[in-house]
């Protein structure tokens, strides 16, 4: 198959979450099973800085967009089996940030725009065009209400990562910035509370939606945690998937990650330790003879952090030590400073973003913090048990489809903890239990050694993709 993945955003050249993990390690997987993939994204002024000197250019047309006339020029690269092509515009893409310009909605439309042209300007015939969120959500209502040769018997999927952004706009966008009939919004293939939605519109049009968890399907399927979507997606619930993202196993590999004191199931004991007590001197910390528990997260409200404020005492208290790294709400933030200056013994936290000490902590942690309140799939939790670090972490989304929580008789299965109220007592019901756990050392490293092995790789979504793919293709 030909397959066009079109996103706003892919590692390894560009990323602000976990969208972009999926983007590479999804492409990469469906290249190494066989498939030609192309990847398209924006040329943003950091890929240009990082990337650019690598790529050849791949030439320019002019789009226009109502009364505006633009050029884009194109780029392109391939890595990992994957056929790279990048979308420049200086106007709209020669900017600081990727996302938060007043004019987001107006930047992705041009990209929507020009992957629409793409594909007959460079004479590709895709198979599957696989779009991604709002951003190019768009793509398939163009190809669909403008089709051309090389678009003309595509399938389209659609992935929704986050359903809180609709890609919301005023419904003279429809033709000022795509050039599409106001009839699209009468007939409400595009309508959504009044104005027009890039993700309604995508949803409306796709062959296929999927999202990136079972779980999460189906709480986007309910009143109470659909975002608003659950009677869009319920006029598509035959055509809605669920399917987990996996984690890049030859990137967290604890047997050869060079960041790491490498350890596997045979001296899995010895290597917790040396890299518990690595993660320990990082972070001048004392070991207090408790769990430590490992937090790699932003800090927001959505994450459940607060959470941790109101447990955070008694854990410390009783012998527990906390390393912390990741950045968010101001308030957050000095709440973990305000933590440490009270417990400067056990209390490790770096704001910002460090990748080496992300994995000395998925490493070195014994159990991993994730009292998230909603969690469309998370990663946290699946390289956390890539390293035989137990997650806590509340029943929602994608963490109720990848954590087996230990139910006092199930050693033989478990890899971690659930808890079910978005609480402080939820949260400490989860860390009663790991105490509990740590204690029992049979037990513990049973659980472990069920975390070392639990297959979170690409291969098992790469295979559900595949099918989905074919089946839109008979």
Request: charged share 25%; glycine share 10%.
């Amino acid at each position: 198959m030909r397959i066009a993945f079109v996103a706003s955003e892919g590692n390894p050249f560009c990323k602000t979450g976990g969208l972009a993990d999926v983007v590479h390690a999804l492409s990469k997987e469906l290249a190494s099973a066989g498939h030609e993939v192309y990847c398209v994204l924006p040329y943003y002024r950091a890929v240009a800085a990082k990337f650019g000197k690598e790529m050849e250019s791949a030439g320019e047309f002019t789009l226009f967009m109502s009364w505006r006339e633009h050029i884009a020029d194109l780029h392109k690269m391939d890595k990992d089996g994957v056929h790279f092509l990048f979308i420049g515009n200086g106007y709209y893409f020669d900017r600081d940030r990727y996302y938060g310009y007043d004019d987001d909605g107006e930047r992705f439309a041009f990209f929507a725009m020009a992957a629409h042209d793409l594909f007959g300007y460079l004479k590709i015939s895709p198979d599957i065009i696989h779009v991604h969120d709002w951003q190019s959500a768009m793509l398939p209502v163009l190809c669909k209400e403008r089709p051309y040769p090389e678009v003309a018997k595509a399938r389209y999927v659609l992935t929704i990562h986050n359903p809180a952004f609709k890609g919301m706009l005023d419904v003279i966008s429809l033709y000022d910035l795509f050039g599409l009939p106001y009839e699209l919004y009468e007939n409400g293939a595009v309508r959504y509370e009044g104005r027009v939605s890039t993700l309604k519109a995508g949803i409306y049009y796709s062959d296929k939606i999927t999202t990136v968890s079972p779980r999460h399907r189906e709480e986007l399927l309910s009143p109470d945690s659909g975002h608003g979507l659950q009677g869009v997606l319920a006029d598509r619930e035959l055509d809605f998937a669920g399917f987990c993202n996996g984690i890049d196993t030859a990137e967290f590999d604890p047997k050869k990650d060079p960041l790491i004191l490498p350890f596997g199931e045979k001296d899995l004991e010895e290597g917790k330790a040396a890299n518990r007590a690595r993660l320990l001197e990082e972070f001048h910390l004392q070991d207090k003879g408790g769990p430590v528990y490992g937090l790699v997260s932003r800090l927001t409200e959505q994450k459940g952090i607060h959470l941790i404020f109101e447990c955070a005492d008694e854990l410390l208290q009783n012998g527990a030590m906390l390393c912390i790294l990741g950045s968010g709400q101001y308030e957050l933030e000095q709440g973990f400073e305000d933590l440490r200056r009270r417990y400067p013994e056990q209390v490790g936290i770096y704001i910002g973003y460090s990748d080496p000490l992300a994995h000395k902590i998925y490493a070195g942690s014994d159990f991993f913090l994730m009292p998230s309140l909603f969690e469309p799939c998370g990663i946290g939790q699946m390289i956390a048990e890539r390293y035989a670090t137990l997650p806590i972490a509340r029943d929602t989304g994608g963490l109720h489809d990848t954590i087996i929580d230990f139910t006092g008789d199930n050693a033989e299965s478990a890899n971690g903890f659930l808890f079910r109220h978005f609480n402080a007592g939820g949260l400490a019901y989860g860390i009663h239990q790991s105490l509990a756990v740590y204690r029992d050392k049979p037990t513990f490293h049973a659980l472990r050694v069920n975390a070392l092995k639990t297959d979170n790789s690409w291969k098992k979504s790469c295979e559900l993709y595949q099918g989905l793919y074919r089946e839109l293709l008979r």
